[in-house]
């Protein structure tokens, strides 16, 4: 099943006795748990209720037997187990053995008081492997996979909607060009824009830019989109605060060589048919990351990215070489980049 899916039968108290939560979005596999621990649980039974184990050090029969023991004190239990590295192609220490028939057998006949949650980061699980199979029939996965880039606008809008306030237009896109796509990074701005606007307010652009801390990262990426739209007060402004904050020359130009990088290589495959998610898989980016990237490099032709790259090689071997002063020759490279 998907996680909307799982996320909403969960909140009508609709149960399966295992979830494999996987995927590389670690937040949504928290939320997940929180979800399940909230409607399963009783606040004051946590502490009995709620057992974790890492099977990286713990075998998984264990894990089955403590689903198998009746509960203390309370009604029900949660069983978390995390590192569940047998259901992926990848290769484990070899520390501790896993009885996957105990698995199988257990979902054959799971018990009626014991919910069991095992999770892994990885984005695919090893559908050759049996007890994959098995758990696939049981409609026990649920994938936890970065969002798509309206998706994540969509979810940001959710967040605050929950807080009490909204985005005013183009707001949310804006600050997740800010923060970046940690949906717990996003979700403490969230908290944080609620705070300051209060119950029914709209957070505007004006008031974003005095709430959130951008990184090094965040100012290079929005340093570009200034030069892609002609805006060349905003970016010489922006890489005089990035040099009065002391950053270090060679690693800003490091940075925007990241990011035209990023877009040539968008460009490309867009070039041979790829979609953006596609391109997102393929290059290990955020999809949204891949939206923004094509979006600024659908100013430049392919040959001129290239041709950037290549000065932004030059000038890094100039810099480092004593061959130009860095600020001069990083100020001198957006003046050529812009013309």
Known sequence: ????TAMKHIGKGQFKPVYIAYGAESYLIQELI??????????????????????????VDAVIEEAETLPFM?????????????????????KVEHSLERLADYLKAPTDFSIIVFTVEADKLDERKKIVKALKEADALVPCAMLSADELTGWVNQEAEK??????????????????????????EVEKCALYVG??????????????????????FLLIEHIVQVKLDQAFTMLSELIRRKEEPIKIVMLIARQFR??????DLMQQGYSQQQIASQLGLHPYGVKVAAGQANKFELKRLADILQQLADLDYRMKSGKIDKVLG??????????
């Not at 990023?262 to 460009?267: A, G, R, Y």
């Not at 990083?330 to 013309?339: D, N, P």
């Open 163 to 188: 807080a009490g306030f909204s985005f005013g237009p183009g707001v949310a896109e804006q600050l997740i060009l800010y923060t970046g796509t940690s949906l717990q990074a996003l979700v403490k």
């Open 34 to 59: 929180a979800r399940l621990t909230d409607k399963l649980i009783e606040p004051e039974h946590k502490a009995f209720a709620v057992s974790r184990y890492d099977l990286t050090e713990t075998p």
């Open 262 to 267: 990023i877009m040539f290589q968008v460009k």
């Open 330 to 339: 990083l100020e001198m490279f957006l003046l050529r980049l812009a013309s």
């Open 1 to 4: 099943m998907d996680y909307k």
């Open 74 to 94: 309370v009604p029900s239990k949660l069983v978390v187990a995390t590192n569940a590295l047998f259901l992926t192609g990848a290769k484990e220490s070899g």
């Open 199 to 220: 119950q029914g307010g709209t957070l505007q652009a004006a008031d974003l830019e005095q709430l959130v801390t951008r990184s090094i990262e965040q100012n290079i």
